[in-house]
């Protein structure tokens, strides 16, 4: 996989040719997202909202929605930039996640992959999800994208 591109030093650069909008994103929605104890500390600890971003790879006919090779990395390097890091799955072999759906969109079975960060608790940060999960759905042509949110407490 090709390294992930710095977004300190190129911003625009890494995300305007397919993700243009979150250009706009590396500071608006403004606040520090970043864990508290990670900007004092470099540590990860104590109260803390993951996300975790469900990145559709493979629609369920086999048609790319997003590229490990040329997507992931920029969205990678936005989040990283935003929250001070992510996680994601490693994608030695092909896509980690298989989605089975079973009913309101007939039987189907698409690829996935996912990235968690971990934030402040503040509101900020859900607004700058729920504009990330629009341009997602736009970018990628889908009806839907997966965000999850979830309370967790980091053990210093």
Not at 42 to 53: D, E, M
Request: charged share 20%.
């Amino acid at each position: 996989m090709p390294p992930t591109p710095d977004l300190h030093q190129q911003p625009h650069d890494a995300l305007q040719a397919r993700f243009g909008p979150f250009v706009d994103l590396l500071a608006d929605p403004a606040g520090e997202l970043r864990l508290e104890s990670l900007v004092k500390q470099n540590l990860l600890s104590g109260f803390a909202w993951r996300y975790t971003v469900i990145i559709p790879l493979l629609s369920e006919i086999g048609e790319e929605v997003f590229s490990l090779q040329d997507d992931l990395p920029p969205l990678t390097a936005f989040l990283n930039h935003r929250f001070g890091g992510s996680t994601s799955l490693s994608h030695q072999g092909g896509p980690p996640l298989v989605g089975n759906w079973d009913g309101v969109w007939g039987d189907s079975q698409d690829q996935n992959t996912s990235i968690m960060v971990y934030s402040r608790t503040v509101k900020v940060a859900d607004v700058l999800f729920g504009r990330i999960k629009e341009i997602l759905k736009q970018v990628g042509v889908q009806e839907e994208i997966l965000i999850e949110k979830c309370q967790v407490t980091l053990i210093g």
